[in-house]
């Protein structure tokens, strides 16, 4: 069955320092894996995406991911937090079995402290 | 072009009613995915439309049905309405997945649900 979890359900960094949110998943076929942020009141953007191309995947606003087979993460990273980059974050898991049925972890609260 | 649209943007019935919520697909995609998200959660996947047609459903009642027209616009509709239905109701688009890679989805801004 696929899955995903997202190891922290908040995270609190300050102003200019690295970001890190860790997302485990499991999949029975080789995955598709994204990374989705959520601001308030707004919908639902896409950060990056991994489709069995490069493992190291690099998104909007300074964002990037790698993923890791043997580890089965697909953690996200930024290396200078910035106070726009306060939002929820969704790690997505998507693969053969699944369809197009994306599943969702339940997100990830950051908050940059100024 | 034109993003994912939703309408409308909040809405509150009482148990035992009926709901239509829409969702108007970016141009150019041809599929609608529609999510449920309740408070707190990740978004939990209802069910798919492809070409007009459902083309997967995650784990829901039938009482969550929907529909796609030919110009891929979708409805949910959701029929005896339960307290736990309170939820913010996301709608996305893509183009169709082949192979073993999978487009990204476009969301809307969602339909905030409330049942009283």
């Known amino acids: 069955a696929q899955s995903v979890t997202q190891l922290d359900s908040h995270v609190s960094v300050s102003e200019g320092t690295p970001v890190l949110l860790r997302c485990n998943y499991s999949?029975?076929?080789?995955?598709?894996l994204f990374w989705y942020v959520q601001h308030p009141n707004k919908g639902l953007q896409l950060l990056l995406k991994?489709?069995?191309?490069?493992?190291l995947v690099k998104g909007i606003n300074g964002f990037e991911a790698e993923f890791k087979k043997s580890e089965t993460s697909f953690h996200l990273t930024k290396p200078s937090a910035h106070m726009s980059d306060a939002a929820e974050y969704f790690c997505?898991?998507?693969?053969?079995?699944?369809?197009?049925?994306?599943?969702f972890g339940t997100g990830t609260s950051l908050t940059v402290i100024p | 072009e034109t993003g994912v649209t939703q309408s409308p943007t909040h809405l509150i019935k009482t148990r035992g009613q009926q709901v239509t919520l829409r969702c108007s697909s970016q141009?150019?995609?041809?599929?609608v995915s529609w999510y449920q998200q309740a408070l707190g959660q990740g978004p939990q996947f209802i069910f798919q439309?492809?070409?007009?047609?459902?083309?997967g459903r995650g784990n829901f009642p039938p009482r969550f049905s929907g529909l796609q027209f030919p110009n891929y616009s979708s409805e949910l509709n959701v029929n005896a309405l339960e307290l736990d239905d309170s939820a913010l109701y996301l709608c996305?688009?893509?183009?169709?997945?082949?192979?073993?890679?999978?487009?990204?989805?476009?969301f809307g801004p969602g339909t905030r649900l409330t049942v009283l």
């Open positions: 991994y489709t069995s191309a490069a493992t």
């Open positions: 996305a688009s893509s183009l169709p997945s082949g192979g073993v890679t999978y487009n990204e989805q476009f």
């Open positions: 141009s150019g995609h041809n599929t």
């Open positions: 997505v898991v998507s693969d053969r079995n699944t369809g197009n049925q994306f599943y």
């Open positions: 439309y492809y070409r007009e047609e459902e083309n």
């Open positions: 999949s029975s076929y080789s995955p598709s």
